[in-house]
């Protein structure tokens, strides 16, 4: 691991709040065992092993049903740690895959059959290097043509920039981490009202109101990032995603306890039934289409 990373939380609480039945943590990672699953000698950095087991250890403890489970850049375009949890987790996890543009059809069918269900577009400059937008735009053709759906990427201060190459996707595409706002300016600034504008022009747009630990300034309880993940939830019920972002790589700061991230729910889907889309409905709709939403 490198050196100035925390390793993720040793023992998580048990969360105060209970998530409805078939609840679906969103967005989390699985790395190695660096053994089984070497990471990418083009990495920008080197996480504590997190492997499956752990994962789905957490998934229970938490009181989630299922994962969507997304490749992280130290595991560069080799999705084999990622396809072998997914086949592990006999259907209760879906996957979002990093593609080399040159992937062949049956290396896409293979990731199809193990569970995968987007591919992930990174465009943040100090976790990967520059892929051309053409690159990208291929390569959401192809995955939409197999149902697939993407997943985006990006900091507040490129938003300008990626916003309108977003509009230019085909299909579902999901915004990670609500864009990484600057929380300092408040959920009323023009950046973040920006955002707002564009998710409403553009039904097809989805956004992750998650990764508080990432996005604060003041620190635990996140009282800085919970307006801007509440107006989202608020505003576009049906299109917002939820996840834990274990094992929380790259973190310097603290290293978030899973439990507590859980209990911020309440304060960002204020109602049953918002949190019920949120955690249970959405994440269903996207990566379990051809189930009813009801729990496993």
Not at 89 to 112: K, T
Not at 133 to 149: S, Y
Not at 202 to 228: M, Q
Not at 247 to 252: F, I, L, Q, T
Request: net charge negative.
């Amino acid at each position: 691991m490198s050196a100035d990373y925390l390793p993720f939380h040793p023992a998580p609480k048990k969360p105060d709040f209970v998530v409805p039945p078939g609840a679906v943590d969103a967005h989390c990672h699985v790395f190695g065992p660096a053994a089984v699953f070497p990471f990418a000698a083009e990495r920008k950095y080197t996480p504590v092993d997190a492997p499956k087991e752990q994962l789905f250890a957490l998934r229970d403890h938490l009181g989630f049903s299922r994962n969507v489970i997304v490749q992280a850049s130290c595991h560069g375009r080799d999705n084999r740690a990622l396809a072998d949890a997914l086949i592990a987790s006999q259907g209760l996890a879906r996957g979002v895959s990093v593609l080399d543009p040159e992937i062949g059809d049956d290396e896409l069918a293979e990731l199809d059959r193990a569970g995968v269900r987007a591919a992930r577009f990174n465009f943040v400059k100090r976790l990967v290097d520059n892929a051309p937008k053409d690159v990208f735009r291929k390569i959401a053709a192809r995955v939409t043509a197999l149902g697939w759906h993407t997943v985006v990427y990006f900091e507040a201060a490129d938003q300008d920039e990626i916003l309108p190459f977003l509009a230019t996707l085909p299909g579902v595409v999901v915004i990670d981490h609500m864009g990484r706002p600057d929380v300092t300016q408040g959920c009323e600034a023009p950046a973040f009202e920006a955002l707002v504008r564009f998710l409403a022009a553009h039904p097809n747009i989805w956004v992750k109101v998650s990764c508080p630990e990432r996005l604060t300034v003041a620190g635990p309880p996140y009282d800085d990032v919970v307006p801007f993940a509440r107006k989202l939830v608020e505003r576009f019920p049906e299109r917002v995603l939820w996840g834990t972002d274990w094992p929380h790589p790259n973190m310097k700061s603290h290293m978030p306890d899973d439990g507590a991230l859980v209990d911020l729910i309440p304060r960002i889907a204020e109602t049953e039934a918002l949190r019920q889309a949120l955690l249970v409905d959405n994440p269903m709709r996207l990566y379990w289409p051809e189930e009813d939403g009801e729990p496993a």
